[in-house]
């Protein structure tokens, strides 16, 4: 434990001024713009891993954006780990409400604030320089592999191919991620399930074109205004879905689950002032924690249709759009539920207008047992770096690419997150603790020994 925090000490700011250079990469994987930054994060993160002490790391083309693979194996008989990151970002609109260039990282208050700060270059960044730890002193107790891709933030579209392509490559005893959140930077956890994803958008179509509102409007179906009572129908006066047959394969969480769940620390008031918000809301029945984890939800992404533009232009829109996400719990399919929304969106529409529905991406729900020795060897490792027990938790976020490893690499996927809910991760003004990402550097080569140590 010693030698790894003098390590962490001995390199800190070093370890600080090679995050920033990834971050002011701006790989922003859903514009074509950036199609160039996102191989040159590729190129640059391949060389991260071969100076870290990667035997080899390749950057794979794919029909998008490329994968980076590396790998240092010292011994067969030993586990082997499959650290599994990402390295694009979500677009940093709307610019003008960050306080400082969102490609241009600085340290405010303890906190790194920049896009990719914590989603998901500060938490991948650790294992890299954790892996580098543990070679530069000798004390790897396991294989390591990295996959890193950089459509995660568009649904990790080549990502299923690439493991169907490389199953015998990508061969591990477990996938050890860092992508998502702890209860609090003194309250370890570990995320013990993940909501499913089905991503819609749809398109409401009335008159041929935009109409003038005065010659029109009363007598001409109006795509937003019908856009918008459809939206609202689909959920009911308790907040429950009302799409027929959506909760029919909802795995209900037993008493004594949500008895443990009940126990993890939570005050609504302090939840609701973090968001500046006077009241909660959700599905009838359940508490806040109990709707953010256990429960499925449906929202509004996006909606857009006619002039948005600075002062009037008195028309009646021609087109309305909208993007649906709905978050799923197991046993729920995500292509299934992709079905029931557009069969049941398209019969909702009045006559004047037509509809068409897409399902973007998806991906199932996950859950890891926390019985298992991978599960058991993280616990111990956030203990000990902690100083107290983590608290299993399910996350109401999804990570769809978990639920296919385990599909198609037949592994499952311990979830050693170390964000934060405040960091505002996809938002203006994204931050990430400078004391969690010391303590993730501190945390990992401790999963590594205790990992090894019980496998044996």
């Known amino acids: 434990m010693e030698e790894i925090r003098k390590y962490i000490d001995e390199n800190r700011d070093r370890f600080l001024e090679e995050l920033f250079d990834l971050i002011r990469i701006p790989s922003v994987s859903a514009k ?17 891993l071969l100076q870290a002490g990667a035997d080899k790391a390749e950057v794979y083309p794919t029909d998008g954006h490329p994968i980076l693979y590396g790998e240092k194996m010292i011994d ?58 543990m070679m530069r002193t000798g004390t790897l107790t396991c294989n390591v592999k990295f996959m890193v891709e950089g459509e995660e933030e568009i649904g990790s579209v080549n990502l299923g191919k690439f493991c169907s392509d490389h199953k015998n490559m990508l061969g591990a005893d477990v996938i050890l991620v860092s992508d998502t959140t702890m209860i609090a930077s003194d309250i370890p956890s570990i995320t013990a399930g993940l909501r499913g994803l089905s991503y819609m958008e749809v398109e409401v179509t009335g008159p041929n074109r ?31 879905i009302a799409i027929p047959g959506f909760y029919d394969d909802v795995i209900e969480a037993s008493p004594e689950e949500r008895r443990e769940m009940a126990k993890r620390p939570y005050n609504e008031e302090d939840f609701k002032a973090s968001i500046d918000i006077d009241a909660v809301m959700g599905e009838a029945g359940y508490t806040t924690h109990e709707r953010l ?45 992709a079905k029931l929304f557009e069969k049941h969106f398209k019969s909702i529409a009045p006559a004047g207008v037509r509809v068409t529905v897409k399902y973007l991406h998806g991906g199932q729900a996950y859950v890891s047992p926390i019985d298992t020795t991978e599960y058991l060897a993280a616990a111990r490792a956030m203990e000990t770096a ?50 969690n990402f010391y303590k993730g550097i501190e945390t990992i080569p401790l999963f590594y020994r205790y990992y090894a140590e019980m496998k044996k």
């Open 32 to 48: 074509e713009e950036n199609r160039g930054d996102m191989v040159k994060m590729a190129e640059h993160l391949k060389q991260s």
């Open 293 to 337: 984890g256990i429960r499925p939800s449906l929202d509004v992404n996006g909606i857009w249709g006619g002039y948005t533009g600075e002062g009037a232009k008195t028309i009646l829109p021609g087109k309305a759009y909208a993007k649906i996400s709905m978050r799923l719990v197991p046993d729920q399919d995500n292509e299934k539920i």
């Open 76 to 133: 067969p008989a030993l586990p082997t780990v499959l650290v599994y990151g990402h390295y694009d970002v979500q677009p940093a609109e709307p610019f003008d409400l960050w306080e400082s260039n969102p490609f241009e990282p600085v340290v405010r208050d303890g906190k790194i604030y920049a896009r990719g700060a914590d989603d998901d270059k500060g938490q991948l960044f650790m294992h890299v320089k954790a892996f580098e730890m």
């Open 210 to 240: 935009d109409l003038h509102s005065g010659l029109y409007g009363g007598a001409v179906a109006n795509p937003c205004n019908i856009l918008t009572k459809m939206i609202a129908s689909l959920t009911d006066e308790d907040n429950h």
């Open 386 to 435: 902690f100083g107290k027990k983590p608290i299993p938790v399910r996350s109401g976020g999804s990570i769809p690419i978990i639920s296919t490893f385990e599909k198609i690499l037949g592994t499952k996927s311990i979830l050693l997150g170390f964000g934060l809910d405040s960091d505002a991760i996809h938002s203006p003004n994204e931050s990430y603790p400078l004391y």
